[in-house]
């Protein structure tokens, strides 16, 4: 076992050669033996250092076993650290209870039996152990998450940005020369004649579909204007391809926000409305973003069918349901937010609450 994947083990006594004794009992697991000789010591070492298991003795002068134990158990920090008591008093059940009450998670009687000790640390030292593995691994994942969203934003905004300028350009050429043939019709078989004027009209309806899949994969107000004209603007296109009214509330005192959070309210707003679309069979649905106390809180509702209870039990218990859920959840995981979807059977609400600190308007 390398160094970094030790975990600390507390060691509680009052008497010195109590806690020889441990130590000689608990070297052979090769984690850190840490000892102290009183509640208040144990409490220092508690606060500098992360402890995965406590072997305390239940009685202690000043400051006893099980009122160490419940103070640590009130810190939020310790709430998750395993407390095992030694006692060769408090042998009762009533003791036992009042251990468990306090937080521990065993309780063992003198004489001890030196395998049974190092078993049950053993237990609570490779869970302690894992849980910090795969909180480790958690945090990757969140970081590569929020690196995946992130490049794709910006690829988005890249393509965005080559169909503008690249095959827009080249759409443009290509309706000047059809002008530029048109006015040779008289030339032209009717035809001919016919076959131009539909090239005219295939070129400004290709026109149209470019520009709507370029400010649906990154709109240029967003970068221009801001957060709220690039959704009204949005909330208009959507409403004409989709037949679902949509109306909008924005809180007046809404100004310029971070880059991040402005591309993660507008990504959230269109997909909850793509599902409105896809899955609700609502005609209607509102979009609702207000400020209070200096807080931001994004609403998207609608009065569709709602989701199956199968299916939020699903969504409740599988974090990963589905892309656009996924996506969602991560981009206001990443703010430092909350998202909570409520659903009936006459409509749904979703609402993504962010923090103050992560909403502040830009200064102009």
Known sequence: MGEQDKVNILMVDDQPSKLLTYEAILNELGENLIKAHSGKEALDHLLKTDVAVVLMDVSMPELDGFELAAMIQQHP?????????????????????????????????VPIIPELLRAKVRVFAD?????????????ELRTLSARLIATQDEERRRIARDLHDSIGQLLAALSMNNGLVSQETAKLSPEAADALD????????????????????????????????????????????????????????????????????FRIVQECLTNVYRHSGSKTARVRI?????????????????????????????????????????????????????????????TAALPAVNVMALSV
């Open 77 to 109: 920090r310790f709430q998750k650290t395993a407390i095992i008591f030694i006692s060769a008093v408090h042998l009762t059940d009533v003791d036992r209870l009042n251990a468990y009450e306090r937080g521990a998670v065993d309780y063992v009687s």
């Open 127 to 139: 869970l302690h152990r894992k849980t910090q593995q795969l909180e480790s691994l958690n945090r």
């Open 198 to 265: 539909q090239n005219a009209q295939l070129v400004e309806q290709l026109s149209k579909e470019i520009r709507t899949i370029s400010h649906l994969l990154h709109p240029p107000l967003l970068d221009e204007i801001g957060l709220l004209p690039a959704i009204k603007t949005f909330v208009e296109g959507f409403g004409e391809r989709s037949g679902v009214q949509v109306a909008v509330e924005f809180s007046p005192d809404i100004g310029r926000l971070p880059p991040g959070v402005e591309i993660s309210i």
């Open 290 to 350: 207000v400020t209070s106390q200096g807080k931001l809180t994004l609403q998207v509702c609608d009065e569709g069918k709602g989701i199956s209870f199968a299916r939020q039990l699903s969504m409740s218990t599988t974090p990963n349901h589905g892309v656009g859920l996924s996506g969602m959840r991560e981009r206001v995981r990443e703010l430092g937010g909350t998202l909570d979807i409520q659903s009936s059977e006459h409509g749904t609400t979703v």
